[in-house]
């Protein structure tokens, strides 16, 4: 008996070790997560940090000199460029080094690995929209660089140099709950990184919807209710710039073509209210005589941050600002003498091809009036705890079929043949992004600016620029197919060589403008130019709200300091509400409201049309306007093949101010019809009822910051790793346009001189470990809408007191 006694002790025992040891599903295994000796115990830090320490690493060619502020931000000073971009790469991993892994292997297709199959869909897309195929040509590119490829190189050793330092304990966080180990960075990587910037930025798509549209409706209302240039605009190149340049022949249209589409396919559609703002002032409108530049990128706001703040100084170049980790060198940042920000163009430049293949083999595509050889990719999509996934994705000329849809008739091939959704993407080819950024980064005027620009290719970006030389400029920026207009606004026909790219626009034909008259430049994602630009860029930009208030306050703003700017930058007064509000006032009948909706009326008439955070009226006016336009549009556009596809907010204005006896204000599920003064009464006294509702009588409830969410989520979407909800004001269409999760990642304005002082803040810290102080220590800062200034310093022998460690890396003999 005792001997069974024992034996089922020990077996129990020996069970429950493997049990807590053992990955379940999401679980991680709970021993080895929970253990004191390498659990996540390991991963809490002290506040308190020496002030000077010491580190030996084989690599090195000199020493290196890093200073840490009080935020934690590195000062690297670097007797060489290798060593720069070695430390560059080794304090990132020290900060950073799962978010290294997880942005990598999220753009390779490769999170099933450490995820399990709940990842594969998103890898087997990443793999099947060409993204390591992207990768693989960039890296080709960018490697055959002399300078590049050494900076590549150089970071890669950097960042591997302290993932050998690491045993399990010394694992960030994410990987002790995910129950895997980092592996070595690769130079690829550098390059997945960029290719994940052009899915964020320049990778939504709504051909499929449109096209779909334009069977519903046919061409005339398509073209009416989706214009190619909107009702309002304040164009990022003045109207009215002459083009002095001889523009190539623009393209002849192909016949017309309406691709058929297998509606179940999920595809990135483009998501409105999203953006960002950069611009930069005279010094003419200054108080300094110099210019000013600001710069507000809007993404998706993660802990850690997208982006890694840091100085790098060498011999020959001395930068400040912000980097990606996985890339070397600054992205967003000034010099002593330039500064330079980007934000988004949205640039037509990626684009779907209906395939019409011989037979189900596929070996054979019907393009040109004769049949063309496929070629394949093998994808090998590997999956923790199952075998892995082998994909065999066809590629054209066109680029990889993502897609094979259902077989249908076709007009060259009799019966049924098989059809896919080919994708020609710019981020498939040849480029050297990491080239503009190397030379903005040792860059010295005007001339640097422009010669760093014709290196990059994508994501087509809007470079604004000043300098201490006092110029100021904007370019909207990027590697753009030669098109005719609305080439891509539908599936192309991909038999027709007419639909396909026909070359591109020259460079220096980009739009640009150096030193306007006006003395100011800006962007705020909306059209790049007025309808006199002879090149189709896109049918389709930002609205023109956020532009409009910038251009409107900078046009009368004088002696503008760097205060000027953050204020500006914090900005949110809604152009909306100035353009509309009377408008739907006027339609509003008082007499026959109720005693609450006769509060929320007068309090509407009341308001100053600012997002703030204790705005009542901001509150009503948004749940106002989204009734409105969700009542006009969703029953026309209702169909799962449209994909809620509804005609844009400017074109919804221009409905309401301009067509009032539109036959669009009629819901067709209804037997009545339905006019515009009925929908906007019906919404206001709806979305008045619905508050009660949710919030109560009229009162603190209803104001914006309590109505609206607002977080800073991890990258892993666990609760307790996030901001969690906090108030803010702004919104999509303000210049502070904080909207569902995203808002200013990066908040930078940089006073050019003779001496150059930049500030800046992002919302989060630069460690990505939780359990450290400089996790989430300049939150509060940036939700405050304040700037702290950023410390540029000359030399590693500069004294300041925010200076709090120094790190003295020597070659390891």
């Not at 080919?422 to 080819?429: K, T």
């Not at 027709?496 to 591109?504: E, N, V, Y």
């Not at 059209?527 to 409107?552: C, E, L, M, V």
């Not at 200034?789 to 500069?798: D, I, T, Y």
Request: overall charge neutral; aromatic content about 12%.
């Amino acid at each position: 008996m005792k001997f069974i006694k024992a034996f089922f002790s020990i077996a129990f025992t020996l069970a429950l070790i493997w049990l807590l040891q053992t990955k379940h599903g999401p679980v991680p295994p709970v021993g080895k997560f929970l253990s004191p000796a390498d659990g996540f115990w390991q991963n809490a830090e002290s506040k308190h940090i020496l002030a000077s320490r010491t580190l030996n690493l084989t690599g090195l060619t000199g020493k290196v000199i890093i200073k840490y502020d009080e935020n934690r931000i590195p000062h690297i000073f670097a007797d060489n460029e290798h060593d720069l971009y070695y430390a560059q790469g080794y304090v990132t991993a020290t900060e950073r080094l799962w978010q290294l892994d997880i942005q990598t292997r999220s753009a390779a297709g490769r999170l099933a690995e450490i995820a399990g199959p709940q990842a594969l869909e998103i890898d087997r897309y990443h793999r099947r929209m060409g993204m390591v195929y992207g990768a693989e040509n960039s890296l080709k590119e960018m490697m055959a660089a002399k300078p590049i490829r050494e900076m590549i190189l150089a970071y890669t050793d950097g960042i591997n140099a302290y993932i050998h330092q690491l045993g399990p304990r010394e694992y960030p966080l994410e990987f002790k709950l995910l129950d895997y180990a980092p592996e070595d960075f690769k130079p690829i990587n550098c390059a997945f990184l960029l290719k994940l910037m052009s899915e964020t930025l320049a990778g939504g798509s709504n051909e499929f919807a449109m096209s779909n549209v334009l069977k519903k409706f046919g061409a005339n209302a398509t073209n009416d209710l989706f214009p190619d240039y909107p009702m309002r605009e304040d164009p990022i190149i003045p109207a009215g710039t002459k083009w002095n340049f001889k523009p190539l022949p623009i393209p002849k249209p192909s016949g017309s073509f309406l691709a058929a589409m297998n509606d179940s396919a999920k595809r990135v559609v483009k998501e409105e209210g999203i953006g960002s703002n950069n611009w930069a002032v005279a010094g003419s409108k200054t108080a300094n005589g110099y210019p000013i530049l600001a710069n507000d990128p809007h993404l998706n706001l993660t802990y850690p941050s997208i982006w890694f703040q840091l100085q790098l100084s060498a011999p020959g170049v001395n930068v400040y600002g912000v980097s990606l980790p996985g890339a070397p060198s600054i992205i967003l940042g000034f010099n002593n003498n330039i500064s330079w920000g980007i934000t988004n163009v949205d640039a037509d430049v990626l684009d779907w091809y209906q395939v019409k293949f011989k037979d189900d083999k596929k070996n054979e595509y019907w393009y040109n009036n004769r049949w063309n050889k496929t070629t394949r990719r093998v994808e090998v999509i590997n999956i923790r705890g199952q075998k892995p996934l082998i994909d065999t994705v066809i590629y054209t000329h066109h680029g990889p079929v993502v897609y094979e849809d259902k077989s249908k008739t076709t007009e060259h091939t009799p019966g049924f043949v098989p059809i896919g959704d080919a994708l020609r993407w710019i981020a498939h080819d040849r480029s050297n992004e990491l080239m503009t950024m190397y030379i903005l980064n040792h860059g010295k005027n005007y001339d640097d600016y422009r010669k760093a620009l014709t290196y990059f290719n994508a994501p087509a970006s809007n470079f604004v620029f000043a300098s201490r030389d006092k110029d100021i400029a904007i370019t909207p920026n990027g590697k753009f197919p030669l098109k005719y207009k609305d080439q891509g606004k539908f599936i192309l026909d991909g038999t027709d060589p007419a639909d396909d790219w026909h070359g591109w626009i020259p460079f220096d034909q980009n739009p640009t403008v150096k030193n306007p008259p006006r003395g100011f430049v800006s962007s705020a994602n909306q059209s790049s130019t007025d309808q006199t630009y002879p090149y189709y860029i896109n049918w389709q930009f930002a609205p023109y709200q956020r532009g409009k208030r910038i251009n409107d306050r900078l046009s009368v703003m004088h002696n503008a300091t760097v205060d000027s700017m953050r204020i500006l930058q914090t900005d949110v007064y809604s152009i909306r509400a100035q353009d509309m509000m009377p408008v739907l006032l006027k339609y509003l009948d008082a007499s026959k409201l109720d005693k609450t909706q006769t509060v929320a009326y007068n309090t509407l008439k009341n308001w100053d049309k600012n997002f703030a955070i204790n705005s009542v009226g901001a509150s009503i006016f948004n749940a106002w306007w989204l009734k409105i336009y969700d009542m006009i549009w969703s029953d026309d556009f209702a169909a799962k093949n449209l994909r809620d596809n509804y005609p844009s907010m400017d074109r919804t204005e221009k409905l309401i101010a301009k067509e009032p006896n539109s036959k669009w204000f009629d819901d067709t599920r209804t037997p009545v019809k339905e006019t515009c003064t009925e929908i906007i009464n019906a919404a206001f006294t709806n979305i008045v009822d619905d508050m009660v509702h949710k919030y109560g009588q009229p009162g603190k409830a209803w104001q914006w910051g309590m109505v609206k969410k607002m977080e800073v989520a991890h990258l892993t979407n666990q609760e307790a790793l996030g901001s969690g909800n906090f108030e803010s004001g702004g919104t999509g269409s303000t210049i502070n346009a904080l909207n569902n999760g995203h808002g200013p990642s990066w908040r930078m304005v940089v006073q050019m001189g003779p001496t150059v002082k930049g500030y800046g803040i992002f919302p989060g810290g630069e460690s990505g470990n939780p359990g450290s102080f400089y996790y989430d220590d300049m939150l509060k800062t940036w939700q405050n809408g304040e700037l702290k200034e950023l410390l540029f310093m000359q030399s590693p022998a500069e004294k300041s007191s925010r200076i709090k460690t120094t790190l003295t890396i020597s070659n390891q003999k």
